[in-house]
Every structure is written in structure tokens, then in C-alpha cells.
């Protein structure tokens, strides 16, 4: 009967389609194996690390989900925390948003161990606690910055080219940018640093309330963060940089045409550089920073409680911040410890890099470490903030309005973060 | 070839259908019978289709309504569902600077891109409706930046309009053509964005054109050729008048994907926030609802300027219907 059969056919795909929501895959496979999965942005450095956990455990095995960068982590993880589900059993935060991800309470798991306590720097370990004292987060590296800078063309300006000697030239912002006023007068069409928005970035480290105040409230008129921005405009007008946006296909072309000479450089920072300028010799790393230290990003490890297998992922990221797992990953891509136990670690101190003509970045980053003596508080609304002030700093940067305008824009687009 | 329907020459038997069997049945099982017969034949077309109907209401319509019962909520997306709030979220969006700048966006990336890939796609499929050697070659390669991602699409034009370093500001260069600030300049940005979508989409509508073009009836081009037509002429008085249905499904296929444009303005944004541009130059509105519902984590005033996208679109889809109808009252006139 026709009537039976097609009644029959739409209830069929009916049920069928309702029997699709609810497939809750159970990670725990038939061999009693558990596979823990840990998303990353960037290069982290985890992959030998990976391996040798597999290879020694045979009943929890690591598998790495890589992503391109920290702006398509973070569309996932809000998207999937919005679902409560889909995330991976750890997720990697980075530093900027982990004011955001404490105010979430609840969505993720407490981390809290006793016998942790004192692994880490004491402000990293502060990052990663909520209001109520939980442990949300382990971090795996921090940011610590030198100064990247192309000895060659230091030597075309009649500058020093020694990284001691280029060291003594940018104790202080001043100093820096009266260098680099000398240095586009003896080298035209070449910019001092690399871009607005990383100078920007790598001043703002060295606020104490950049954004907001301790108790949270928005305050983006204060007198430094003016100061910040009215220097950074200023030098555009100067030539100082390039106009050029962080990371977009003109900044990454601009390491082969001799686009800058300096740029802020934190740990991670080097293996970013080493790809870009690929065939560029001169490249060198100095210990100095103007203005004093400056971090400038670093990440945590985070257990989302939406997982399965929150016992043996909580375990996984314990032993992948342990300091021993954390040396290897520096050597792997350079990213910069945050347990102060591996500072003491030979393959740290000893660590060269052949592409900046050999400096020794493993020593001159356990300096800039210690050096770094102002952590900016940075309160939920931080990244959110950030990438409005960097946009008004991009306006500015190609041209699209001046100073004034743009500065109004990014109070009326803070305004409209609610 | 098709099946030829028609009995072959030599067959001239006629088979009568068989006849009905005899009702055996008394009155009343016969009556009932009957009306079961009559309800299903009223029945059961409704009944076929209704599993397109039922997936239109489960993907569909609910998301449409529920994006309505989110829009008048304060709705963050992690934290959920909020206060009642009215429209207060419609008002917000539209009190919103970015609202206006990037709505024109969205209609002038639109109107740059179907307009002149309609234009260029019904060119090039009335020739490859021609005698070519390895038409087939031909055909296929067209369609083969549709095969490409976006993503890749987007790595490729990157390259290409980099504003200080991409090949076509190097190459205007040695013109002496002072370079052309592709993600700066509005209406540069536009077109590069619209160069993205015709180069993907032109082959695809290009085939669909040809499709229709060769459901012509050559008999009318050959009476043409005897009336003196050049091809010129017979390609407007014959092939567009004859291919109109078709593209009446591709301009109102393209309008509804152009205003929707998303991922080649999204992935040609270089800046952190990529919503548009530093000044939202190139923004679109369903990057407006991505920036409200992602970056600010509103996902109320994100289903409000949803909805608004919505009406936008209900509204040029009734602009092209009367457009249309005008069209072909004026074809049936001539």
C-alpha cells in the first residue's frame, strides 16, 4: 500500500534524523587503552615528547590536534564550549585569554596539586588561579624579550654590530628610537622595527594597568596607555616602521626585503623569525630591552570539564609542564620555560642558535626572564580590548584616518565590548 | 540515446489493458475500498514529498525561529540565555556605526561581482557552445577554480594583492602606477574581493548557462542562418530570450550567495580581528554577525543583525521577482 509505505518512509527518516543528536562517542576503546587529546596552536615543540610518552604507556596515549594559530583555537574553543561538547580532553590557552577563561567558572576543571606548588613562577602560577584559589591552568612557556636585529644592515648605518655593544645602544625606549632616527637617515627605505602593532604590543607589557584596573573596570583613558599609543602614532609619521600589519603576507615578505632591522623578540619569537628570513644572513639576538624586561605572551594547559577522560588528561599535563618535558620542548622550538627548576638545566644555559650567528638565546633569555619586573593586570576584557587598540593602531598605520579619529573609534569600539 | 517510446514499424498489435477483476466483494467493503483509494491518491503525494518538508522543518525552520527567540534575549555564548529583552538588541545593531558601512559593503561587493560574472559566464558559454576542437577539455577546465577552496583562493589573491610586495602593485610598479592599497582603499578592496568570487563562480554559472544553451532547438538558428541573422544577432535574438528561465535561477542564486559573502572577505582581513579591515573597509554583514556572536560572545545581537541579513535578502529577492515578471511581460509583448 502506497500510503502505508510512504507514511512508514518519512517516519523512518524522521526517527533516524532524531537518533543523530545523541551519539556520545565514549573514548575508551575495547583493548582498555584511553587516547588523550591535546589541541595546540603553533608550535608548542610537543612532538618527540609525544612520542616518547607512546611509547612508553600502554594505557594512555597522546594525540596532538594542531591548529595554525591562537585566533582559530580560540573560534573553537568558544564555539564548542558554547555546545558543551567537542573540545579536547587538554586544551591550549594563550596567556591574554586566560583572564577570559578564569571568569568561565565551571567549564573548566580544577587543576589545584599540592605537590605542584612552586613549580612554576610565582606571577605565571598567579595567571592560571581563579578568585577562588583554583588552579585552572599549567603553564608551558613564557615570553621573555631581547631585541632581534639584522647585524648587517647595522653595519651599512655605521652602527655597532656586536650584540654587547647593540645591547648598550636601547636601554630605554629613548634610546631606542634615537638610534633608529640615525639608523633610516644612513639607510632610507629600510624601517627601524617590524611593525606598529608589535611595538605596541611589546610597550604595553610594561604597564601595570594597561586596560583595566584591579577591581576589573574598564579604563582605557589613563595617561599611559595615551602614552603608549601617542609614541607608537608618532613614530609612524617619523618612518620608524614599516605600516606594515603583524603577521599579514606583506610583514612575513618584508623578512626577505630587508623591510626593518630590529624587532621585539620574545622566546618564540625566534623560531618565527628564523622561517621568515629563511636565507637572510645577519640576523643576531641582543640581551637588552628597552625599558627594561618585558613578557610578552606564554600558555597554559587546560582540562575542559565537558571531557571523558578528565583523570588521565589532568596526568598528561601535569608531565608535559614538568620541567624535564619543558627543556626538550625548548630545544625542539625555542619556547622559553616557565618552571624556574629548568633555568638551572645545562641544555638551557648552554643553548645556542646558529641562525643568529650563534648567541647564546638559551642564557640571554634566563636574563630577560629575570629581568621582566612589571606584570600588566590584565582583567577578562584584556584580548578583546587588545585587538581594538591594535586596530586603531593599524588606521593610523595605513593611512585610513589620523590619530585623533582613530583613537575616538577605539573608545566607541571598546564602548560596544558591552 | 533515449528509449524510442513508439511501437516499431512491424508491431501493429494492440494490447488492451487488462481488465479490471470482477468485484466479488459485497457493497459496504467495496464503498470503504473506495475510499481508502481516493485518500491515497489524495494523500500520498503530500506524504512523498514530506520528508524534504520534514528536514526543511528540523534544519530549516527551527534554527530561523529559534535565531528570532535568541534575538530578543541577552544571550552570551558561553554563559546562555539571558534576560528578555525585547528588541532592544535590533536597536543596538542598527544604532551600531558598523551596521550602515558594512551593509553598503555588502551590496557594492555584490553588485561588483554578479553583475559582471553573469555577463562574462553567459559570453563564455556561448562559446564553448560551438564547434570546438576537444569541447570537452574546454568545458571541464572551466569549472576548475570552482574545485578550489576558498581558503586557497584566498592564499593565492593574498599573494596577489599584497599591498606592498604583491605581484600586481610590483608589476604597476614598473608602469610607474604608484601601488594600489588593496585592504586600505574601499573601493580597491572591493574589487579584489569581487575578482576572488568571480574567478570561482563564473566557470560554475558558465556551465550552468551552457546546459540551457543547449536545449535550444538548432532548427531555430539554421532558419535564422537562411534569414541573413549573423551570429551576433542570433545570440540575442534566439539564445538569451530562450535561456531566461536559467538565468533567472542564477541571478537569484547569486544574489542570495553574494550577500551572504563571508570567507573571501574574512580570510583577505590580515589584521587579528579580521572583521573587515582596520576601518571595517570591506566588512560584510554576515562578518558583523560572526564578529558579535565570536569576538564579543553576544549571541543576541548576532541573530538580530542574522535576522536583519534575513529581511535584506527577503527584500532583494522581491526587488529581482517584480524585476523579473517586468522582464518577461516585455518579452511576451515583442
Known sequence: MRLASSALMALTLATTLAACGDDGDAEGSADGTTTVTVATFNEFGYEGLIEEWNSSHDDIKIEQVKVGTWDDAKANLYTKLAAGSGLSDIEAIEGDAMPAILAEGGAFEDLTDSELEGRWLDWVAEKATNADGQMIGYATDIGPEGICYRADLFKKAGLPTDREEVAGLMGTWDDYFATGEKFIEEVPGTAWYDSSGGLAQAMLNQVENPFETDDNTVDVENPELQAVYDTVTGNIAKGLSTKLTQWSDDWTASFQKDGFATMACPGWMLGVVEGNAEGVEGWDFANVFPGGGGNWGGSFLT???????????????????????????????????????????????????????????????????????????????????????????????DGSQDPDKSWEQFLSDVEALG | MPQDLKPSGGDTRTVSPPLPPPATAGPPRSAWRQRLNRLDVRLSPY????????????????????????????????????????????????????????????????????????????????????????????????????????????????????????????????????????????????????????????????????????????????????????????????????????????????????????????????????????????????????????????????????????????????????????????????
Not at chain 1, 646558529?354 to 577578562?380: M, S
Not at chain 2, 589573491?157 to 605581484?167: E, K, N, P, T, V
Not at chain 2, 549573423?230 to 535561456?243: A, D, E, H, K, N
Open chain 2, 47 to 334: 506524504l512523498y514529498i514530506s520528508p524534504f518538508f520534514v528536514l526543511f522543518l528540523l534544519v530549516g525552520m527551527f534554527p530561523l525561529a529559534y535565531t528570532a527567540w535568541v534575538s530578543v534575549h541577552d544571550w552570551s555564548l558561553i554563559g546562555g540565555k539571558g534576560d528578555f529583552v525585547g528588541l532592544e538588541n535590533f536597536r543596538e545593531v542598527l544604532d551600531n556605526p558598523y551596521f550602515g558601512k558594512q551593509l553598503v559593503n555588502t551590496v557594492s561587493i555584490f553588485l561588483l561581482s554578479s553583475g559582471p560574472q553573469v555577463v562574462i559566464a553567459v559570453t563564455l558559454a556561448a562559446l564553448l557552445d560551438t564547434h570546438l576542437r576537444a569541447r570537452t577539455w574546454w568545458r571541464m577546465s572551466i569549472l576548475l577554480p570552482f574545485v578550489v577552496s576558498p581558503v586557497a583562493v584566498a592564499i593565492i589573491f593574498g599573494s596577489l594583492y599584497g599591498d606592498r610586495y604583491g605581484l600586481i602593485n610590483e608589476l604597476i610598479g614598473h608602469l610607474g602606477i604608484s601601488p594600489i592599497q588593496w585592504h586600505t582603499d574601499r573601493f580597491a578592496s572591493h574589487v579584489a574581493i569581487a575578482s576572488m568570487v568571480n574567478w570561482r563562480w563564473t566557470g560554475y554559472n558558465a556551465l550552468i548557462f551552457l546546459a540551457a544553451m543547449q536545449a535550444v532547438p538548432r532548427d531555430l538558428y539554421e532558419s535564422a542562418s537562411i534569414d541573413g541573422a549573423g551570429r551576433v544577432r542570433q545570440f540575442f535574438s534566439i539564445t538569451l530570450p530562450m535561456i531566461r528561465p536559467t538565468m533567472v535561477f542564477v541571478i537569484i542564486t547569486s544574489t542570495i550567495g553574494g550577500l551572504q559573502i563571508f570567507a573571501e572577505p574574512r580570510l583577505f582581513d590580515q589584521t587579528a580581528t579580521h572583521s573587515g579591515g582596520s576601518d571595517r573597509q570591506f566588512g560584510t554583514i554576515t562578518m558583523l554577525v560572526y564578529d558579535f556572536g565570536w569576538q564579543l560572545r553576544d549571541l543576541g545581537r548576532a541573530s538580530a543583525t542574522a535576522w536583519l541579513l534575513f529581511l535584506v535578502i527577503c527584500a532583494f529577492a522581491i526587488v529581482n521577482y517584480l524585476l523579473i515578471r517586468r522582464l518577461g511581460a516585455l518579452g511576451e509583448e515583442s
Open chain 1, 303 to 397: 582540562v575542559p570539564a565537558q571531557g571523558d577522560n578528565i583523570e588521565e588528561a589532568k596526568e598528561v599535563a601535569n608531565w608535559l609542564t614538568d620541567p624535564e618535558q619543558q627543556i626538550k620542548a625548548f630545544e625542539a622550538k625555542n619556547t622559553f620555560p616557565s618552571q624556574p627548576e629548568a633555568y638551572e638545566a645545562e641544555a638551557i644555559k648552554t643553548a645556542t642558535n646558529e641562525f643568529f650567528n650563534d648567541a647564546p638565546v638559551g642564557q640571554i633569555l634566563v636574563e630577560r626572564a629575570e629581568a621582566v619586573t612589571v606584570q600588566p593586570y590584565k582583567g577578562p576584557k584584556y584580548s578583546d580590548i587588545l585587538q581594538a587598540f591594535q586596530a586603531a593602531i593599524i588606521r593610523v598605520d
